[in-house]
């Protein structure tokens, strides 16, 4: 996936692409209130549900 098809949400840039094991693309992105924070991005639907439920774990981590 190259840098420009990317989406992102409106106020948000691309700082910088990452190098991953997943097999995902990552990404550096700044917010619109300036907070920085990492995007992976699926290339298909299936991978894209494993990331899902990445953040859900990772979400349960931080509580």
Not at 21 to 32: E, I, M, N, P, Q
Not at 36 to 46: A, P
Request: avoid cysteine; hydrophobic fraction near 40%; proline fraction near 2%.
């Amino acid at each position: 996936m190259h840098f420009s098809e990317v989406s992102i949400f409106p106020e948000e840039t691309l700082l910088h692409r990452l190098s991953g094991l997943s097999g995902s693309s990552v990404y550096l992105v700044r917010s619109h209130s300036n907070a920085l924070f990492i995007r992976k991005v699926s290339k298909n639907i299936e991978a894209s549900f494993r990331l899902e439920q990445q953040f859900n774990k990772l979400l349960a981590f931080q509580k």
